[in-house]
């Protein structure tokens, strides 16, 4: 009796190759598509945007030598992001600091909770900029300034997101707590922190996000070397093209920062935050 053909399995990509297809395709093909349009929208010489063929064009110097030292703020992108992110770690690290520590007394104590949220939920909603001027005026220096608006921009996230982790963690992990014996220092260590790490990580990368949107905006009116000033300093010499190139890093830059926060969650909480 003949044996029945067995059927072709075809070519199959290795796994590797098939999830870089999945994830670098759809957003290269997107990303070419907007381009194009931009082409096609901006391309006439009336346009009052310059095309992305003139914008490499017009600042082809500024893509190529990020590294570039001139005198004074005029220096290189590489040197203006590195300004920036030396405010954004300070300001963004004293909020974490001091974030998870106002979060872990307010979603312990209730009385913390009654006496301190309602102010922490009004404090919040003022505009990052409006501090600057009462920054200026307490530090009258621009940098301090600047990482004050970084405080106080990313704080608040990490305090609502930390208390939230704290009230919600199991009763029967505080059952196993006292079964145990555990003091303050090592229900804080072994029990709340990994508990809520899901919820601070969460509200950490918020802020990272509100900490990089705060520093361009306030780099715009304080001076000085940083990627807001650059924008603000092109935007004064009609640079626009010098804009568009600043906004590209700016936006790279945040999708890095917030990655690296994701990453850190993922590696600490064992999966339990999803990138």
Same mark, same amino acid.
């Given at each position: 009796? *003949?044996?029945?053909?067995?059927?072709?399995?075809?070519?199959?990509?290795?796994?590797?190759?098939?999830?870089?297809?999945?994830?670098?395709?759809?957003?290269?093909?997107?990303?070419?598509?907007?381009?194009?349009?931009?082409?096609?929208?901006?391309?006439?010489?009336? @346009?009052?945007?310059?095309?992305?063929?003139?914008?490499?064009?017009?600042?082809?110097?500024?893509?190529?030598?990020?590294?570039?030292?001139?005198?004074?703020?005029?220096? !290189?992108?590489?040197?203006?992001?590195?300004?920036?992110?030396?405010?954004?770690?300070? !300001?963004? /690290?004293?909020?974490?600091?001091?974030?998870?520590?106002?979060?872990?007394?307010?979603?312990?104590?209730?009385? *913390?909770?009654?006496?301190?949220?309602?102010?922490?939920?009004?404090?919040?909603?003022?505009?990052?900029?409006?501090?600057?001027?009462?920054?200026? /005026?307490?530090?009258?220096?621009?940098?301090? @300034?600047?990482?004050?608006?970084?405080?106080?921009?990313?704080?608040?996230?990490?305090?609502?997101?930390?208390?939230?982790?704290?009230?919600?963690?199991?009763?029967?992990?505080?059952?196993?707590?006292?079964?145990?014996?555990?003091?303050?220092?090592?229900?804080?260590?072994?029990?709340?922190?990994?508990?809520?790490?899901?919820?601070?990580?969460?509200?950490?990368?918020? !802020?990272?996000?509100?900490?990089?949107?705060?520093?361009? *905006?306030?780099?715009?009116?304080?001076?000085?070397?940083?990627? !807001?000033?650059?924008?603000?300093? *092109?935007?004064?010499? @009609?640079?626009?093209?010098?804009?568009?190139?600043?906004?590209?890093?700016?936006?790279?830059?945040?999708?890095?920062?917030?990655?690296?926060?994701?990453?850190?969650?993922?590696?600490?909480?064992?999966?339990?935050?999803?990138?």
């Amino acid at each position: 009796m *003949a044996r029945a053909a067995r059927p072709s399995a075809g070519f199959r990509l290795p796994p590797f190759v098939k999830t870089l297809a999945d994830n670098v395709l759809p957003p290269l093909i997107m990303l070419a598509v907007l381009l194009g349009a931009w082409e096609l929208l901006c391309s006439s010489p009336t @346009s009052s945007l310059p095309a992305p063929s003139r914008v490499l064009e017009e600042s082809w110097a500024l893509i190529v030598d990020p590294f570039y030292i001139g005198q004074g703020t005029d220096q !290189g992108m590489f040197w203006h992001i590195f300004a920036s992110l030396q405010r954004v770690a300070v !300001g963004y /690290a004293l909020a974490a600091i001091a974030g998870i520590a106002l979060g872990t007394l307010i979603g312990q104590s209730d009385l *913390a909770m009654r006496g301190l949220d309602p102010i922490f939920q009004v404090l919040r909603t003022v505009p990052p900029l409006a501090w600057l001027p009462l920054s200026l /005026a307490a530090f009258r220096d621009g940098n301090p @300034s600047a990482i004050f608006v970084i405080f106080i921009t990313a704080v608040w996230p990490v305090i609502i997101n930390t208390a939230v982790g704290i009230r919600n963690i199991p009763q029967d992990y505080q059952n196993v707590a006292k079964v145990l014996r555990l003091n303050g220092f090592e229900y804080f260590t072994k029990i709340m922190l990994p508990a809520a790490a899901p919820y601070i990580f969460t509200g950490l990368r918020i !802020g990272i996000g509100l900490s990089w949107l705060a520093i361009v *905006a306030a780099e715009m009116l304080i001076g000085g070397v940083g990627i !807001g000033f650059f924008i603000w300093d *092109a935007w004064n010499s @009609s640079l626009i093209s010098d804009i568009i190139v600043a906004l590209v890093y700016v936006g790279i830059v945040g999708f890095m920062l917030d990655r690296v926060i994701a990453l850190i969650a993922n590696a600490v909480t064992r999966g339990n935050v999803k990138a």
